[in-house]
């Protein structure tokens, strides 16, 4: 199985289209209001000394970040764009950056084999994949962590569509860095509050924590407060494998 050849053109497009600049992206937040917080979340319950995949990595920025707390930190993302800004942005080489559809089975096995069990980064990915992609998804969750890995998943609640509206519906209309994910084809979170706990324990995975929180986002409001998305996370294992 592989996403629709229309929502990877929309990603393909967005990245193209876009500089590769920290920042730059909606989402794209410093990681001391995403990644490093969200790990102080999952490293109780995670092995430290295995590697870390960032999923939907982007341009990057939480994968480099990552880097810092993990001894080796791979970003993926369905975009061959992506990818390419991600690895320039790595001057240092801290980190790995790879293509990868999610969705495609035989090739998340490739790389859980070639890297063994990983710890899982995954910030806002199930709400932008198209609903029949979802399970898939969460499989490669579970496929990377096995049984000794752990996986940090946060995803936007339905709630943050209202925040997504009223961020639109300002005198200037929508910030700029709104208007290219309000494009239809990027579904902005269109997942439901139960889905994403339902497909990830679907795919064999356990909650060990959970609890609200909100995603910083790179624009503001007219009045100047910074957009922050309502937003659900989750700490996961995987199940033993079957002797």
């Keep these: 199985m592989n996403v629709s050849e229309g929502h990877r053109e929309a990603w393909e497009g967005f990245w193209a289209a876009a500089s590769g600049a920290p920042g730059e992206a909606l989402w794209d937040a410093d990681p001391s ?14 092995d430290a000394s295995l590697p870390v995949v960032d999923l939907g990595c982007g341009n990057g920025t939480q994968t480099r970040a990552l880097a810092t707390l993990f001894p080796r930190a791979i970003g993926v993302d369905l975009s061959h764009a992506a990818i390419g800004h991600a690895r320039r942005a790595d001057t240092e080489g801290v980190a790995e950056f790879a293509r990868l559809d999610l969705v495609d089975g035989e090739a998340v096995r490739a790389l859980h084999e070639r890297i063994g069990d990983t710890n899982v980064y995954m910030r806002a990915v199930i ?96 009045d100047g407060t910074r957009i922050e998305l309502p937003a659900r996370w989750l700490v996961l294992a995987g199940a033993p494998r079957a002797a």
């Design 33 to 46: 209001l995403a990644s490093v917080p969200h790990s102080k979340l999952l490293l109780p319950y995670a």
């Design 127 to 222: 709400h932008q994949s198209e609903p029949g992609a979802r399970p898939a998804v969460a499989a490669a969750v579970a496929e990377l962590v096995g049984e000794k890995g752990r996986a940090f998943v946060t995803e936007p609640t339905p709630a943050a569509k209202d925040v997504i509206r009223r961020a639109a519906a300002g005198p200037g209309g929508p910030p700029p860095k709104l208007r290219r994910p309000l494009d239809p084809r990027l579904k902005p979170a269109s997942a439901t509050a139960e889905e994403v706990p339902e497909l990830l324990r679907a795919a064999g995975l356990t909650v060990l924590a959970d609890g609200d929180t909100a995603l910083a986002q790179t624009e503001y409001l007219p």
